[in-house]
């Protein structure tokens, strides 16, 4: 038999996310506190982008859409987020459950 025609399983990427725990699994609190620092730190990293943007001519906001642009990023912080994001909530909440798990 030739071993170059047996199947060969799927490795995964290896830039790949590592295996999220089953939800039930998780602590809640802990989960949430991971996404919102990632959710934070995304915003953190949007809101360059939108320094150099003047405010738009056809639709301008006026005053108020400079006072309220960082609340718009924010909110696109939170929903990059929430659709996956960058994977630095995994790697947080493993962190914070070790940090739990340690004697004081």
């Keep these: 038999m ?3 025609a047996l199947p060969v399983p799927p490795q995964p990427f290896a830039h790949a996310p590592a295996p999220k725990p089953a ?22 990293l949007l809101q360059p982008m ?8 056809a639709f301008g906001g006026g005053p108020g859409e400079n006072m309220f642009r ?13 659709s996956g994001g960058i994977g630095l909530a995994d790697a947080v909440y493993r962190e914070i459950l070790k940090m739990q798990e340690e004697p004081k």
């Design 2 to 4: 030739d071993i170059a």
């Design 23 to 44: 939800a039930d699994a998780r602590d809640m609190r802990a989960w949430e506190t991971a996404r919102d620092f990632e959710a934070q730190f995304v915003s953190v």
């Design 50 to 57: 939108f320094e150099g943007t003047g405010e738009d001519s």
């Design 70 to 82: 960082s609340l718009l990023v924010e909110q696109y912080g939170r929903e990059m987020t929430k």
